[in-house]
């Protein structure tokens, strides 16, 4: 073929630069191995946990451009699933985890399957419509406890072995879980699938006409984020001993979408920063009460008007970086 | 391949609530030419593109591709049997680099792309054809740029390098060189004229110049309908052609 031969005026912004990843990821896993001696364990592995959750959700807003607004079905009713199966059936904790990850994901191919089918507006919709559905149930249901939800879940021991009594050993094999989500999630949206799911999120049309079946890309998308807040669900269960109805109710939705707004909807590292701002903000204004809820609409206004790029966004943007 | 139309459209109608935007065409494409669909805005050009690549069902009529009925296949299928479209508004990935752009395409290769657990690394594989079809259409220097910051000329040829990564027997572009200024228009035009080698070309334009430059037949559409068919000598000398769309200016 003979070349459309141009003069190259480069006029064009510099091009992203390599490198921010590991550096972040690096700095992350410093902050996570030594916080417990630091601050209280308990808050970190609560932080931890909304961070995967707030993961999983930007999986499909940030990288495939759904907005689900009905994750917290997946977050609470793992969570419900993993308590009822450790305290009442006596599963070790990690089995119950998986059940209750095993449950958001069956959730998940139900859901995805009717939601994937509606654009936009509609999409959030029928997600939330779907999750207020199972918080009612949850509400009803005789094994969920109603308003008391499930108390005193036992901890037991991981794998037979790592008493997780222990505040310390809990805390690391939640950082252990977070990170394997974390990482997982990283090599989803590294991936050949994650290249795809890029595509559709940038021109779902446009990858259409070059053959890709997008529904099935979404709705695979769709499973794994589900799955993947039942993870952060579940092990919440294990770490706080309980199920309750606040984690599985609508409000819960909206917070994981301030939590990844605020971090950087599309960046990797976004949704842990906004989860660790939300809940110190939540842990350190606790004696304001409802004033909490005032900050966070202040903070969700400030960051639709000013930065809406979210603060790991912003600063990737300022380095030309990607993290 | 045999047969010496690689598409034909049999009484294709498509109707929106009453109003009829295209009405018993029957189109046959010749293998190996460039054919353009022109006619005055509202014609039903878009909206019978659309329904070739099924982005929208046809109220009646039938499709065929080499002989094969496709009225009824989904969009990706049209796809994947070698008819690939572009679109009125330049259809790149935004927010992926140039050279990622390109390598959506080649990645269809692999067929479905669900492997979630390998590193995109496998994809490398790729890498050397998507940056000799990005050379070819003179975006070289560009390889890393988001695609976002190309200026609009640029970003019509990486999509046409992103169309031809599929090797597409049939192309369908639509509007390939509007909201264009001169210089782009000649470097699109001469793109097309290259990539037409081996390839059947449909395409709707405005550009009459390019057209007539361009093209072995001309269709022209009113109110949905085929009004005239013909080399460019034969439609721009047909007195209703002029009126109806040209005017009688245009030389």
């Known amino acids: 073929m003979e070349p459309a031969a141009i003069e190259q005026k480069d006029e064009s912004a510099p091009a992203i630069r390599a490198g921010g990843v590991p550096v972040a990821f690096a700095i992350m896993l410093a902050l996570i191995a030594a916080a417990p001696f630091v601050t209280y364990p308990l808050f970190v592995m609560q932080v931890l946990c909304f961070a995967l959750f707030a993961c999983a959700f930007n999986l499909l807003i940030g990288y495939v451009g759904l907005l689900s607004f009905g994750h917290a079905l997946y977050f609470g009713w793992a969570s419900y699933v993993c308590a009822h199966t450790a305290k009442v059936w006596g599963l070790p904790p990690e089995l119950a985890i998986l059940t209750g990850a095993a449950f958001a994901c069956g959730c998940g191919i139900v859901a995805g399957s009717l939601a994937i089918r509606r654009q936009g507006i509609y999409f959030a919709m029928i997600t939330l419509a779907l999750a207020q559905m199972m918080y009612f149930f949850a509400l009803q249901a005789k094994f969920t406890g109603g308003e008391d939800g499930i108390q005193g879940v036992p901890r037991g021991k991981m794998f037979g072995v790592l008493d997780l009594g222990n505040e310390l050993v809990m805390y690391y094999v939640t950082a252990a879980i977070f990170l394997t989500g974390f990482l997982l999630i990283y090599r989803i949206i590294h991936s050949p699938f994650g290249e795809v799911l890029k595509a559709i999120r940038e021109n779902e049309a446009r990858a259409i006409s070059l053959g890709y079946k997008t529904d099935r890309y979404k709705l695979m998308a769709f499973v794994l984020s589900a799955t993947l807040a039942g993870v952060a669900g579940a092990t919440k269960a294990i770490v706080l001993q309980q199920a309750s109805l606040t984690d599985v109710n609508w409000p819960m939705s909206g917070e994981v979408v301030l939590i990844a707004l605020l971090g950087g909807l599309g960046t990797l590292f976004g949704p842990v920063l906004g989860a660790l701002i939300i809940l110190a903000m939540q842990y350190k204004l606790s004696s304001f009460g409802e004033w909490v809820l005032v900050a966070q609409g202040a903070i969700f206004v400030l960051c639709v008007l000013l930065f809406r790029r979210g603060i790991v966004g912003e600063i990737a943007n300022f380095f030309r970086i990607r993290l | ?251």
């Open chain 2, 1 to 251: 391949m045999s047969g010496k139309y690689v598409l034909e459209t049999e009484n294709l109608t498509k109707e929106f609530a009453g109003f009829v935007a295209v009405s018993d065409v029957n189109l046959k494409v010749e293998r190996g030419t460039i054919h353009a669909l022109i006619g005055p805005n509202g014609a039903g050009k878009t909206t019978c593109f659309n329904l070739l690549t099924k982005f929208l069902t046809p109220t009646r009529g039938t499709i065929k591709y080499n002989g094969q009925d496709i009225t009824r296949l989904y969009p990706a299928d049209i796809a994947q049997l070698g008819v690939v479209r572009s679109f009125q508004i330049s259809a790149v990935f935004p927010h992926l680099s140039v050279l990622e752009n390109v390598r959506i395409a080649l990645q269809k290769k692999r067929g479905g792309s669900f492997d979630f657990w390998r590193p995109a690394s496998v994809l490398n594989v790729y890498n050397e054809r998507a940056r000799s079809l990005i050379s070819d259409v003179g975006l070289s220097a560009f390889e890393n740029t988001l695609a976002v910051e190309l200026p609009y000329g640029r970003k019509r040829a990486l999509e046409i390098a992103t169309t031809l990564a599929l090797d597409p027997e049939m192309l369908l572009l639509d509007e390939p060189t509007a909201g264009m200024g001169h210089e782009d228009i000649d470097r699109i035009a001469a793109l097309i004229k290259a990539v037409s080698a081996n390839r059947t070309i449909l395409m709707v334009e405005h550009n009459l110049s390019v057209v007539s430059n361009l093209s072995n037949k001309i269709t022209v559409l009113t109110r949905g309908r085929v009004l005239a068919e013909g080399d460019y000598k034969t439609v721009s000398e047909n007195p209703q052609v002029r009126e109806a769309y040209m005017g009688t200016g245009h030389a």
